[in-house]
């Protein structure tokens, strides 16, 4: 029985964790482009200019 207890306890840390890197990540701006990177891939790389 105490097994399921720690075993709970450290699953709800863990969970909350990355509860928190989520939130971080949001708040820090990362998920803010949502229009580049689909259209970034049908651009063709240039090629720079050898002279």
Do not use: H, T
Not at 19 to 31: H, N
């Amino acid at each position: 029985m105490s097994a399921i207890i720690l075993l709970l306890i450290a699953s709800i840390s863990v969970a909350s964790l990355f509860l928190l890197g989520f939130i971080w990540c949001v708040k820090s701006g990362q998920y803010d482009d949502e229009e580049s990177p689909p259209i970034r891939m049908l651009f063709d790389n240039k090629k720079p200019d050898e002279r």
